[in-house]
Structures are given as C-alpha cells and as structure tokens.
C-alpha cells in the first residue's frame, strides 16, 4: 500500500489523572510525616506511663506509613494496553508460531473432572490453526477417573470444535455455554444446539457416574489402551509416568466431524515416588516443558489452572500481537492477562475477585516494566521459560511450523518421552533452577516470574473489558484465608530467599518494580502493625487512657486527614474497578481478617522456618467445589465459618475485645463520665473501636445470632469468649 510507516501490533496508553494522583498522593504523605512527627514528639519520657504503648504506637504507624509508600508503586506510573488483531491477521497469519497450552489438575475430587475437561475444551475450541495448537494436561493424581473424562472429551470436541466455528460460539467452554444460552433461544442454531447439548449431557452423565462409583465400567478399560498404564499404579503418589497422546495433530486421520484438523491432546501424569520430592505445580509444569517439546515444541506457552476456561476464543491472538510486535516483541517474556473468577456474587463477600490488584495495581506494575507471573492466564516464551536470558541482538523470529521431524508412530513416541517425565530424569540437572520454573517455593510463578524479569526480559499486562480467563473463586472463609496464607507465606519466602526482589534484584529490574514487588512480599508482615491497632487503643478506651491528639489540638488534623482521605481513595478507587460500596466495605473487612489471621501465622511459619523449627510447609489445594448448604449461603452472601480453624479463633478474639471495650466505655458513660469529656480526648480511639465493631458484625453473628450450619462452631465460641474477657479483665486490673 505503499504506507511504510511502522504500525505497531499493540499500543501503550499512560493512565489519565496521574499528575492529580501525585499530588493527592504527596499530600497524604504530608501527613503520614506529621503523624510521625506528634508521636515522636509526645513520647513520654524514660519512666512515665504508656512509653511502651507509645512506642508500639510509633512502630505501628511508621510500618503503616512505609507500606503505604511501597504501594505508591502500583499507583504512580499506570499504563494501559491494546492490541490490533487485524493487523496481526493481515501480517502473519500464515506465519503464527505453535502454542502449547498447559492445563494442571492436582485432584479428581477437589477439581472435578467435568470442570477440567470443561476448560481443555475451552482452549482446543481456540481460534487459532488447530495445526499449531497443542493442548496438554497434566494431572498429579495420576486419576483413571480424570483420564477417562478426557479421553471421552477428545471425543467430544469432535463435535464441539466445528460446531464453534460455525455457530461462532462464546464462550467455548461447553458448561459456560450452556448455561449462558439457557435463557435466550435463538432458533436459528436451535436444532444443532440441541444435538450437541445431547451429546454434552450423555459425557457428563458416563463422567460423573464415573466419579460416583468411583471406578470405570469394565467395557471402557478394554476401549482405550491406555488404561492398561494404570495396571502397575499402586497410589497418586507411587506410579509411573503414564502418557497418553489422545489426539496426534500430525495424523492425517485425526479430523473433526466437518473434517478439519484438530488440536494435538496429551494426558501426562508424571512419574510419583514417596523418595523423590515432586515439586507441585512447578514439577508438573517442568514436565510438561519437556514432553511437550518433543511432540509439538510450540513456541509460546500458556498455562491455566483447570478451574480457568478461556472466555474470549480469540486471546491467543492478542497475546501474540505482544510476541510478534516487530519494534518491542523481542523484549517481552510473558504476557500476563488477569485472573477472572465467573462465580462472584454481587459484593463479594470474600472480595475473591481481588478487583483492585487486577484492574489498578498490575497495571501500575506494568509501567515499570511488567507484572508478576500469577502462574494461570498467562502467556511464556518457550525458551525463557527454559532459561534464555535476554539479549538486544537476538532476532525475534518465530518458526512456522511446529516441527517433528521425525516421523514417529504416536505411541512408539509416548514409550520414548516417558523417561522425560521420570522422577530421576532432573537429577543433576538445572531443572527448577535455571531452567523452566523454580522449586522450593509456594507461589513457584511469582519467583520464576521475577528471575525472568532480573535476566532483562520486560512482561506485560493484558486486561481487555471481555475476560479472557474465568476461574472459581473461594467460596468459605476458611478457603479464602488459607488461599492468602500460601500466597503471603510463599511471598514473604520470597523476600528472604535468593531472589529478593530487595536484594538480588537491585539494579536488574527498576526501582518501581522492586517496590511493587515488595508490596506483595511484605503482605505477612502486615499483620503486626495491624493487630497492634486492632487491640490496644481499645483496651486502653477501656482504661480512659487517651492515645490520638485531642479534638482542639492541631495534631488532629493529620490523623483525621489522612484517616478520611484513604478510606475515601480506597472506596473510589474499588468503585472505579467496578465494585459497589457494599463490596468495598467487605473488602476492607477480608482486608482486617486477613491481617490478623492468613498474614499473622504466614509470618509465624516463614520465621520458624527460617529459623530451622519447622519442616516443609504444605501447599494446599483450595477446593473448588463445595456442597449445596454452602453454595446457598454463598449465594446470599452470608458468611461460612462452619469448619473449625485457629484462624477463626483469632479473628473471633479480637472481634469480641473490641465489642467488650465499646460496652465498657458505654458502662463508663452511663455512669459517671460526660460524655463532652470523652469525645473532646479520645474521639480518634472511640471511632476506631466503633469501626471496629461495626467491620466486625458478621463475626458477632456467626458467634451469638444465627443458628445455621454456616455459624461459629461452639468451641470456638467458647474459646475465644474466654480470651477475650481474659484479656479485657487482665488489662483493667492491671496497673
Ligand atoms: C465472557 O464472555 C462473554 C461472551 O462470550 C461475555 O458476554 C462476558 O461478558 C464475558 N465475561 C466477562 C466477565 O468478561
Ligand atoms: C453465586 C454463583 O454464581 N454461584 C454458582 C457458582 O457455581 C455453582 C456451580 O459450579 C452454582 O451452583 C452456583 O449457583
């Protein structure tokens, strides 16, 4: 067209308001300043009462204050992106490179294997040349059950596949379909629909009867061959590679119902033995690196939990206009997308949906140079992945086809790359050190992430208005808790381990960046500023001891500005991330819970660790599934205490110090003080302890009100009762 300007694959847009952000943000800091400046200033002398107090005080609000800076990280320098997939169309399309796409399951009935094969589904119906698309999972259970479902999936998507692309289908996940067009008939596609809702039903019943019984019917073990892999396993962690290439892209007899070509599908389950440490995911994902790179070596990997099916057929593409930018594609490693829960209630209850991370603070991480690796939704060079540290002078070339050149048999190859995914295979070796994703850690993709990032690479940040990944969010507080104690845990591993982002990372990826990454690894050290704040000035209202400036005092203001305007930020900045105020306030609420329970034995374990006390802390799966009473009371938002957890306890405890303080003070009150009194000194502390209650009125009734399953457990009750008026009654008669 004669047009030699460059066209770019994608376009960078710096975040509108920055300047007025800075400045809102300089006068905040203007306050943080003075609030040190009256705490430092007031410290009671050597000897006097409540120097300690203060003291904790000063500490508390000090951390406050350096955490609040960290996270100006993510708000300082925020960028935006889009992509131009018709540009990459009429440039490449016939040069597209492979892509291998990774799905892990770890557990059969955690992670149910409709709900697995749902999202396997999802990613084969992908827009992209079904020749270069390679679809493989990975399942650590090593379960027949999950097996089967997939081996009827490969069936299935016979069907499901064209029927897609004719319909121009979405989203492509068969459950997520369904249930979307539930509603609204369109009759044009309705006598095919039909069909092949028929047959989607007809799977999940064999599926799921499967399950029920917990075995397969004798005529299926005798269908597939390989079901005798499962003759020598003795248990999910004690058998051998077993590898299965279901559909092999390269065999011209491998078509669809219209007869197109279809995606390459591979179940691996590594080789398990109790002597040999598996790594997690990280192992898993080590793999699959491996084995995938004998059958189709595509050249990008994306790798999405099983709980995560694709909603937008078409965000291969948009990852690769990042890859295949001719100006800035050779310096990016990754492109992140976020990660999307379809299952949010209104106000998320358990603010699951981390509505801030994915649509302010990643985007503010991207402007210095790329976000984490949040290890699902996510896009990888295949060679830095394994290592390959960036260099200006590499050409960015992707190679057409997705060779093997050897022209071997599907299953004369699967006996060849078992030994890939063999327990002994990395020994010696630099697996899960320099080469694919790192071992030792609990949040494996942040770290591995993070070194790709020290090596020179750039990541970016790919959020579009349609989601393009959509996962199961935590639906019980004790799921949602644990799920932040790894990640807490496993980021404050990180802060201590080789690759500090404080350290080790210094000078390799910008000041910006190392702050934003501090932040999230300094998540479990939040929690001592925290429960200080959340006790003490309460229990000394209980004494009448005032600790904030007095109403008429100067010193005032700081407190009560900094104070409103971050909660008015918070709340502006949630609802512009598309939340509502009830969420907001819930949101807060997970915050203080989390704090004080998640961050609090987070922060234990990773010091008892490092001190050599404790032994491997255990990764545990969150459950994907939960029974119906759940889900009802999920449904209206009512909280779920339910189990049992010293999590519960500590938040229970602190819960009931606050009511007892606010009942004490109102003792006071009503019988001797005047309330002028009270108001003009300690204003600051009684809203606090106000607040406190009020954040906390869940809890009182899981405890006292409600009658439910979903309630405290009484022993927890109990416990945390008798704690709390301990404490409550130490600290009065105390002097
Ligand atoms: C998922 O995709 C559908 C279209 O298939 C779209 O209507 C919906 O908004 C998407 N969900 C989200 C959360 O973006
Ligand atoms: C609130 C909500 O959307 N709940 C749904 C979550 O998903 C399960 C099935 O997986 C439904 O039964 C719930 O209604």
């Keep these: 067209m004669g047009d030699d300007r460059y066209r770019p694959l994608f376009e960078t847009k710096r975040a509108k308001g920055t300047a007025l952000y800075r400045v809102f943000a300089g006068s905040i800091f203007i306050g943080i300043c003075l609030i040190w400046a009256f705490r430092v200033k007031h410290l009671p002398r050597e000897g006097e009462d409540g120097r300690w107090v203060w003291i904790g005080l000063l500490a508390a609000e000090l951390w406050f204050g350096f955490y609040w800076f960290l996270t100006q990280a993510h708000r300082w320098n925020q960028v935006y992106r889009r992509t131009f997939k018709d540009r990459l169309s009429q440039r490449y399309e016939n040069e597209l490179p492979g892509v291998d796409i990774f799905v892990c399951t770890a557990d059969p009935v955690i992670e149910p294997p409709m709900m ?28 027949h059950l999950t097996f089967y479902a997939l081996s009827e999936a490969s069936q299935f998507a016979k069907h499901w596949i064209p029927f897609c692309k004719k319909f121009n289908v979405e989203p492509r996940s068969p459950a997520a379909f369904f249930d979307s067009i539930s509603n609204s008939q369109d009759s044009k596609q309705a006598k095919e629909l039909a069909i092949i809702k028929k047959l989607y ?99 990008i990997i994306l790798n999405v939990d099983c709980d995560m099916y694709a909603n937008n057929s078409v965000a291969v593409r948009d990852a690769l206009c990042f890859f295949m930018d001719e100006k800035k594609g050779h310096e990016i490693a990754y492109v992140q997308f976020p990660q999307n829960f379809g299952n949010i209630t209104k106000n998320e209850l358990y603010s699951s949906s981390m509505r801030v ?30 290592g390959r540290k960036f260099s200006r002078e590499t050409k960015n070339e992707f190679r057409i086809a997705t060779d093997r050149e050897r022209e071997e048999k599907a299953h004369a190859l699967e006996d060849k790359l078992k030994v890939l995914a063999n327990c002994a295979y990395e020994e010696n070796t630099e697996w899960g050190n320099e080469m694919g994703l790192k071992y030792g850690c609990p949040v494996e993709d942040v770290i591995t992430g993070l070194s790709i990032q020290c090596q020179g690479w750039k990541s970016v940040y790919f959020n579009p208005e349609r989601k393009a990944f959509l996962g199961v969010a935590p639906t019980t507080l004790a799921q949602t808790l644990v799920q932040h104690k790894r990640w807490s845990e496993g980021d404050f591993q990180i802060l201590l381990s080789k690759y500090s982002p404080a350290w080790y990372a210094n000078g390799k990826i910008s000041l910006g960046l190392q702050l934003g990454y501090c932040c999230y690894c300094l998540w479990a050290s939040n929690c001592l500023a925290a429960l200080y704040y959340s006790i003490i000035p309460s229990l000394y209202l209980l004494r009448g001891i005032s600790l904030f400036p007095e109403c008429s005092s100067p010193w005032f203001l700081p407190f009560a500005f ?5 909660l008015a930020y918070s709340l502006a900045e949630f609802l512009w991330s598309g939340g509502t105020v009830l969420g907001w306030w819930n949101d807060q609420r997970i915050w203080l819970y989390k704090r004080t329970s998640s961050y609090l034995l987070a922060f234990i374990d990773t010091i008892a660790k490092t001190l050599g006390l404790n032994s491997d802390s255990a990764f545990v799966i969150t459950t994907k599934v939960s029974d119906q009473e759940v889900y009802n009371r999920y449904g209206k938002e009512i909280m779920e205490f339910g189990a049992s957890s010293p999590m519960f306890t500590a938040l229970a405890t602190i819960a009931l110090i606050n009511l007892v303080c606010l009942a004490g003070l109102m003792k006071n ?39 439910d399953n979903g309630k405290m457990p009484n022993s927890i009750a109990i416990k945390s009762i008798v704690l709390a008026l301990s404490v409550c009654t130490c600290f009065t008669f105390w002097t």
């Design 116 to 143: 697995v094969i749902n999202t396997v589904l999802s990613v084969m119906a992908y827009d992209y040349p079904p020749e270069k698309l390679s679809v493989y999972l990975s399942d650590d259970a090593g379960s």
């Design 201 to 299: 039903e007809d799977m999940k019943d064999r599926i799921e009867n499967a399950a029920k019984i917990g075995r397969l019917p004798e005529e299926v073990h005798l269908r597939h061959k390989g079901f005798s892999q499962w003759d020598s396993y003795s248990s999910r962690n004690d058998h051998n590679t077993i590898l299965q290439i279901l559909i092999d892209g390269k065999d011209p007899n491998a078509k669809d119902m219209e007869g197109c070509a279809l995606p390459t599908l591979v179940y691996l389950a590594r080789e398990k033995r109790p002597k040999y440490p598996h790594n997690f995911k990280a192992g898993a994902m080590n793999a699959l690196i491996r084995v995938s790179s004998e059958i189709s070596n595509g050249q």
């Design 357 to 386: 991370i994915s649509q302010v603070e990643f985007h503010g991480l991207d402007g210095y140079g790329g976000p984490l690796y949040v290890g699902t939704g996510c896009f990888h060079r295949r060679d830095t992945l394994c």
């Design 562 to 566: 900094v104070a409103i305007s971050k």
């Design 669 to 707: 009150v009503a019988m001797e003080e005047s309330i002028a009194r009270i108001y003009e000194t300690m204003l600051l502390q009684v809203v606090l302890c106000v607040m406190l209650v009020l954040i906390n009125w869940p809890l009182y009734q899981g405890l006292f009100l409600r009658k």
